[in-house]
């Protein structure tokens, strides 16, 4: 069954870290770039970060750019994301996805997510 | 504030169509083909519906159909079913800076 898996949420002080791991099974994940988007309790999807299939290209968005890192180990079928100097503000569910080849909006498979909650 | 309007919410009847518009401008929709639609219930992954405007993945109804008119894209659900009851929200591509940008959601409630 092609999937993707989160891990690695949890609660952490504001000025934290954490990071999350998204593991994938049931394809050739090394085909495959993976964006990881967020949702914000009561709030709709914000895209947050993504690494092309080989790991050598990655973008983020603004509200995170500076504070996290996204890297992927292919031996492993996992992609990491990295977050430093957490605030109240990054409180949300987190998703990985797939990305559809040559299509930049295009995730079509998603995880269940993992939830981050920022507080103190 | 999201990058791209939706209406918070839009219902219809069982068997009726339904189109949610998503707003945007010529930095984002207007100026690119890639613009998507996501499907979300709460506790589930989200599921995409539509790609490059108007492409359906395999195993999505043909019910459901995308367009996009200047910096405007809109999705229509036609014959509503109970399990289309869910939030939708669009997605853009927006240039090699700000790269993805997605709508606010908008809920859709079958009566």
Redesign the interface.
Known sequence: EVQLVESGGGLVQPGGSLRLSCAASGFTFSDYNI?W?RQPPG?????VS?INSDGATT?Y??SVKGRSTISRDNAKNTVYLQMNSLRAEDTAIY?C?RG?AG??????I????TMVTVSS | Q?ALTQPASVSGSPGQSITISCTGTNSDIGSYY???W?H?QL??????MI??INKR?SGVSHRFSGSKSGDTASLTISGLQAEDEA?Y?C???AGSS????????TKLTVL
């Open positions: 964006h988007v709030k709709g999807l914000v895209w993504r973008m968005a603004d998703y996805a559809i299509d930049p909006v295009a995730f079509d998603w995880g269940l997510g | 999201s890639y613009v998507s996501y979300h506790g589930k992954a989200p599921k995409l790609y490059d993945p939030d929200y997605c853009s591509y700000t790269y993805v940008v997605f709508g606010g959601g």
